[in-house]
């Protein structure tokens, strides 16, 4: 499948999800799985940093649209964009890529695609939280928030990523 589709198909279940079903499937009432997230995370290695800020903020802002929240998820989808390619080279700066490889866990193994994950996903969820509350009062019960948000979004993430597991590019 050509890679624009792929992704424009992945972009527009991953909002779906998100709005309709995920949105409103919170435990305990504040942690909600935040998979929108994964669209950002699956984009190819080659893309340009300009095109992976745009859709950061692109992916962000419809999110913000239908939750009524008013840029919130607009500015943490554009840092965790932003961050992205900085956290693949700590990571992975050795390995090898090609254009249109994507990460999952068949390129980057369960452990280095757990490690990308999870410090991405916090990056997003510490920045959604804090902007939301504006305020470090009560850091530890935020901290806590972001903590278990990112582990059950991250959860979520690899489900899905194992339900859907992409073909291993051979270059």
Do not use: C, W
């Not at 994507?102 to 410090?119: N, T």
């Amino acid at each position: 499948m050509n890679i624009y589709l792929k992704n424009g198909f992945r972009f527009v279940v991953l909002l779906l999800l998100q709005i309709f079903v995920f949105d409103g499937f919170s435990l305990y009432g504040f942690l909600i799985p935040y998979v929108y997230v994964a669209f950002i995370l699956f984009l190819p290695f080659g893309i340009s940093k300009s095109r992976l800020l745009l859709l950061g903020f692109f992916t962000g802002i419809i999110i913000d649209i239908f939750g009524n929240t008013l840029g919130l998820h607009a500015a943490a989808t554009t840092l965790l964009a932003f961050a992205r390619p900085g956290i693949i080279n700590f990571f992975f700066g050795k390995m090898e890529f090609h254009e249109n490889e994507q990460p999952g866990i068949a390129k980057l193994k369960f452990q280095g695609f757990l490690k990308y994950s999870v410090l991405l996903v916090f990056l997003h969820h510490f920045a959604l939280i804090f902007l939301e509350v504006f305020s470090f009062r009560d850091i530890v019960a935020r901290l806590e928030q972001v903590v278990l948000n990112t582990v059950y979004t991250v959860f979520v993430i690899f489900i899905i990523a194992l339900l859907f597991p992409g073909k291993r590019n051979r270059y």
